[in-house]
Structures are given as structure tokens and as C-alpha cells.
């Protein structure tokens, strides 16, 4: 700070030259200059450090200034002004707090003065001078900033029932599927049943009974090893095992080759069979073979599909963190698996997911049900642009000293003039209904604001990547 002379001289006709004063009575302009100090400073300088605690309010006498706020990708500018009687700071002293922070940085373009107030007594002042607009004024923002979290609230729910219906959608897949294999698996023991009691009215030896159980028990431990196979391979299989079959004499073949190869077996395994038991019971054996081995597959099928459902449901504690600790050190990896689980029925198959995961990163100290907001924000986002064809990719990486975490997609890109505005609040490209805007502001409080970190975009057309720095250790609140 410097002390240039001379100073202005502070009288009341000095006062009503400023817009801010030009109306005030005497007893008002006396208090004014009572409490009113001159404050001179370098150009080049920082004045107001945004966050500090508001002490004074600043009201331009000469000089320029300009105004920046922090954003994601740093400091931006917001206002330019060398009009006389501008003023800057604890601008907000029409709200009944006792305590309040500097919403912006001031830097001094040029030697610049400042006529400076006590922001507490200036507040109290002013409360007593203008009551009715100090009601009006605070009214007003208490209802922006009731709007602003109820709205705020309300995109969390949305966003919470879409995660929801999409969890609902994967598991309803598995599960109707377990039931389909349930109700076919009864049929099938049914039909065993039946089979082995033909058998046994046909007085069959005990060791050839036997033997015909230990073939089956070779020939289902082959269910789970069984190869996949092309469609010509699955049609030239079949045509060789139902040839098979109309040579030894069973009727429908047809109807039992398809079994026969899904399990892996081949007309080799069907001379196995013949071998143990010979040819008066090999038509009582085959059938009996196709039920056991239609059998494991069901069960196979079965256990396929609650394995997933158990999948899922792990998926969704993790992402609710419903049962952990709301801060604790994380591996990104876990939340990120866990959201593209939650947002699949989204993924549709024109969309390809490549994960391209560092898994040396160290654990992080975070929000994980926060930081999976943001997860489940970015990557729908992603999808919404590429209209459901393209490439989602989720690549991470240490940046210096913290984690990045980036999503990528090959959508259109962001336009030059929406990337300044795009963690506005309420600011939305989308149609009418479609969107709130507060999806990305939400996204850049949580990682700027709850863990320190940043939250950036680069986007061309074709690829648009969103990135996610989050510092490696424990930060100081602010």
C-alpha cells in the first residue's frame, strides 16, 4: 500500500458526488464520514483475496480495477471498471449475518483509491437507515438460495430414479432368467425321473447301471469346459450327432442333437455311451443323458444369473457407499466400475466402453457417494452427446501430485462459447425439460469444493474429454 498526497478531502459535497451516496440525508452522510477511511494502493496489486473474511466495503474514488472469481480451470475475469463510485467487497450487507466472505478477488489495474466502511457497522447501519429494503433485499436471497438447493435436491432425485430404473432394468434380466431356468429345470428332473425308471423296469444289470452313471458324470463335468462354437460349427455338429442317432435307431433325434452339442459333446462321446451299455438300452440311455446334461446347463444358467445379480447389488452398495463411511481412502477404480454398472441399460451397443485404468494410483482421502455423483454425471452426460453411438472411454492417470480421472467421449464437442458457462448453475444446452444445468455446477463442487481439486474441459469435435484432478493427500479445509 502506498500513501500518495493528497488526499481527498471527505465532506458531505464530496459524498453526493458518488451515485452510491447522492441521495443520502445529512445525519446519514455524517455517519458516513465518521466511520470512512481513504485507503490508496499500487497498481498491480492484490486488494480482496476471494474467501477471505469480508471486513470493509469498497467504493471506487479513482483509479481501475478488475474482478475475478475462481473457476475450474483457475481465475476468471468478471469485471473491468474505472467508473467512479463503483464499489466492491462485503457487498452483501443486507444479509443479517454477522459473518460473511469476499465473493471475488479485486486486483488494481492502476494506482488506484478507495473510500472503505466497516462492513459489520455499515451493515448494521444500513439495516436501521432502509429496513423495507433490507427485508426485500435479503428475502429475495434467501429465496434464490432456497431455490437454487431445492433445485438442487431435486437433480440428485432425478438422477437417483433414472441410476434407479437403470439397476431395476439389469437386474430384471438375470433374475427372469432364473426363473425361466427354474421352471425348466423342474421339467427336466421330472423327465430324469421318469427315464431312470424305464430303466430300472428293464432289469438292468447293477454294474452296467454303474457304468452308465459314471459315463454320465464324465460327460457333465465337459457342460462347463464346453467350447463355444460358430453357427456353421453348431449346424455341421448337429447334422453329425442327429446322422448318429437315426443310424442307432432313436427317433426325434433331431430334438436331441442340439442338447447333445451345446453340451460339447460330439458323435465320439455318443460311442462312448454305446460302449457301456450296448445297443438295447442305448435309446433309454441317450434320453436319459440328454435330460441329466440339459440339467447342469439349467443349473449352470442359474447360478450364471444370480452371480450377476449378486454383481449388481454390489455394484449399487458401492456406489451408495450405503454401508461405509461417508470420507475414507478410496480406490477411484471402485467407483468408477461401480457407476458404468449402475448407468448399463444406458450403455446401449452402438456405444463402446474402453476403460483405460493406471491401477499403480495410490488410494485418495474422498466422498466416494459424492465423488460417484460426479462419475454418473460426466459419463450421462457423455452418452447424451454421442445420441448413442460412439466411444465412452474412462482413462486414468497421476498428474504431478494428484489422481486424474477423464472422461472421454466422441460426441460433437463443446462449442468455444458454452465451455466458459458450462459449471454455471443452471446453465443447459438441452431442451426445454431435459435438463436443470446443475448437473456439471454440482459436479464442480464436489471436486473443487468438498476435495480440493479441479474439474476441467478440453473438447474438439469428436472428443471431448472431461478431467477430474484429486489431490493424493488429506487438504486442509478452507
Known amino acids: ?29 455524517d455517519w458516513i464520514l465518521e466511520h470512512a477511511s481513504v485507503e490508496h ?9 476471494e474467501g477471505d473474511p469480508a471486513t470493509c466495503f469498497y467504493v471506487l474514488l479513482s483509479g481501475a480495477l478488475r474482478m475475478t472469481k475462481q473457476d475450474s480451470g483457475g481465475e476468471v475475469e468478471t469485471t473491468r471498471s474505472d467508473q467512479r463510485g463503483a464499489y466492491c467487497g462485503a457487498t452483501m450487507f443486507f444479509y443479517g449475518q454477522d459473518q460473511q466472505n469476499y465473493g471475488a478477488s479485486v486486483y488494481a489495474l492502476s494506482d488506484l483509491t478507495f473510500l472503505t466502511l466497516p462492513a459489520r457497522e455499515f451493515a448494521e447501519q444500513f439495516r436501521r437507515w432502509f429496513p423495507m429494503a433490507t427485508h426485500l433485499l435479503e428475502g429475495s436471497y434467501l429465496g434464490w438460495r432456497n431455490a437454487d438447493a431445492l433445485i438442487g435436491r431435486r437433480r440428485r432425485l432425478l438422477a437417483l430414479g433414472q441410476v434407479s430404473a437403470g439397476l431395476m432394468h439389469e437386474l430384471n434380466n438375470p433374475a427372469a432368467a432364473a426363473v425361466r431356468a427354474t421352471a425348466s429345470l423342474r421339467e427336466r428332473v421330472a423327465g430324469m425321473r421318469h427315464k431312470l425308471a424305464i430303466l430300472a423296469k428293464k432289469d438292468i444289470d447293477p454294474n452296467l447301471l454303474e457304468q452308465l452313471i459314471d459315463v454320465q458324470e464324465q460327460l457333465v463335468k465337459q457342460v462347463a469346459s464346453a467350447p463355444p462354437l460358430t453357427a456353421m460349427q453348431q449346424a455341421d455338429r448337429e447334422d453329425e450327432i442327429g446322422d448318429w442317432l437315426e443310424d442307432h435307431g432313436l427317433e426325434q433325434g433331431w430334438d436331441l442333437a442340439p442338447i447333445f452339442v451345446s453340451a460339447g459333446l460330439s ?27 440339459e440339467t447342469e446347463m439349467l443349473m449352470g444358467e442359474i447360478e450364471d444369473s444370480t452371480t450377476r445379480i449378486s454383481a449388481l447389488v454390489g455394484a449399487a452398495k458401492q456406489y451408495s457407499q450405503m454401508d461405509r463411511a461417508p470420507h475414507q481412502w478410496i480406490d477411484v477404480h471402485d467407483g468408477l466400475d461401480s457407476t458404468l454398472v449402475m448407468l448399463g441399460s444406458k450403455i446401449g451397443p452402438g456405444v463402446k466402453v474402453v476403460k483405460d485404468y493406471d491401477r499403480t494410483l495410490p488410494r485418495i482421502p474422498a466422498y466416494p457417494g459424492e465423488l460417484n455423483q460426479v462419475w454418473t454425471n460426466l459419463i450421462d452426460n457423455a452418452l447424451g452427446a454421442m445420441g448413442g453411438s460412439g466411444t465412452l472411454t474412462v482413462h486414468t492417470a497421476l498428474v504431478e501430485d494428484q489422481v486424474c480421472v477423464e472422461i472421454g467421449d466422441t460426441g460433437p464437442g463443446v462449442p468455444e462459447e458454452n465451455r466458459q ?3 454455471e448453475p443452471f446453465f443447459t444446452t438441452k431442451a426445454v425439460g431435459e435438463g436443470t444445468g446443475l448437473g456439471l455446477d454440482i459436479s464442480w463442487r464436489i471436486v473443487v469444493e468438498r476435495h480440493h481439486g479441479d474439474l476441467r474441459v478440453k473438447s474438439v469435435p469428436g472428443d471431448t474429454r472431461f478431467q477430474t484432478l484429486l489431490p493424493v493427500t488429506e487438504q486442509a479445509s478452507e
Open 1 to 29: 500500500m502506498i500513501e500518495p498526497a493528497p488526499e481527498p478531502e471527505l465532506t458531505r459535497e464530496f459524498l453526493r458526488e458518488l451515485f452510491l451516496f447522492t441521495s443520502l440525508s445529512d445525519a446519514q452522510l
Open 41 to 49: 494502493y499500487e497498481g498491480g496489486v492484490k486488494v480482496i483475496s
Open 267 to 293: 458323435a465320439a462321446s455318443l460311442d462312448d455311451v454305446l460302449d457301456s451299455v450296448g445297443d438295447e438300452l442305448i435309446d433309454s440311455a441317450v434320453r436319459w443323458l440328454a435330460y441329466a446334461l
Open 421 to 423: 458457462r458450462i459449471f
